[in-house]
T-cell receptor, first 116, second 109 residues
């Protein structure tokens, strides 16, 4: 158990809908990262928050947004869903501010999103 | 921007043998490189971190090397076991973390 929790575990929804994925980082970790992993694809970095502030952004679609709350949990909002958004979405946490500091990322169990 | 290349073909080896997985990167040498293990449908799990000034790092049956001249890291599992079967990812920092697509290892009993 990494100490990172994600809910829900599975999500099935229809095209055009909006969903929210939730992540609670390990106790003491200030950084939260979101990744997307499609079938046979590598982990694609979406966005990082550090202590409530956006720290780094990857190829995150404009339809997707995220935030980190004062209690450090984070939510990833996906809207106007398309079939291609079906994927595993992982949250990870670390203690460090940036990837420049050698630090371990601890991954949650993921949310499997299926868009029908 | 930096790219990571891992052999996308699955690697099948016999139990007890040493598995060697390769991670090549294309541009500048990162300050460090990480290896993760991922089982199907689960989140990656951190295994080892090696810094650019370290040639080799070991942890139990795992060994990682880092050759900045070749722009390559090798990941070895000695005395492999069927329980080692998984996908192994390398990752390096570039503002954010970049992950390779991973190599699927299958250890045959």
């Amino acid at each position: 158990d990494s100490g990172v929790t994600q809910t829900p575990k599975h999500l099935i929804t229809a095209t055009g809908q909006r969903v929210t994925l939730r992540c609670s980082p390990r106790s003491g970790d200030l950084s939260v990262y979101w990744y997307q992993q499609s079938l046979d694809q590598g982990l694609q970095f979406l966005i990082q928050y550090y202590n409530g502030e956006e720290r780094a952004k990857g190829n995150i679609l404009e339809r997707f947004s995220a935030q980190q709350f004062p209690d450090l949990h984070s939510e990833l909002n996906l809207s106007s869903l398309e079939l291609g958004d079906s994927a595993l979405y992982f949250c990870a946490s670390s203690a460090s501010y940036s990837s420049g500091e050698a630090d371990t990322q601890y991954f949650g169990p993921g949310t499997r999103l299926t868009v029908l | 921007s930096q790219k990571i290349e891992q052999n996308s073909e699955a690697l099948n080896i016999q139990e007890g043998k040493t598995a060697t997985l390769t991670c090549n990167y294309t541009n500048y040498s990162p300050a460090y490189l990480q290896w993760y293990r991922q089982d199907p449908g689960r989140g990656p799990v951190f295994l080892l971190l090696i810094r650019e000034n370290e040639k080799e790092k070991r942890k139990e049956r795992l060994k990682v090397t880092f050759d900045t001249t070749l722009k390559q890291s090798l990941f070895h599992i000695t005395a492999s076991q069927p329980a080692d079967s998984a996908t192994y990812l390398c990752a390096l920092p570039e503002g954010k973390y970049i992950f390779g697509t991973g190599t699927r290892l299958k250890v045959l009993a």
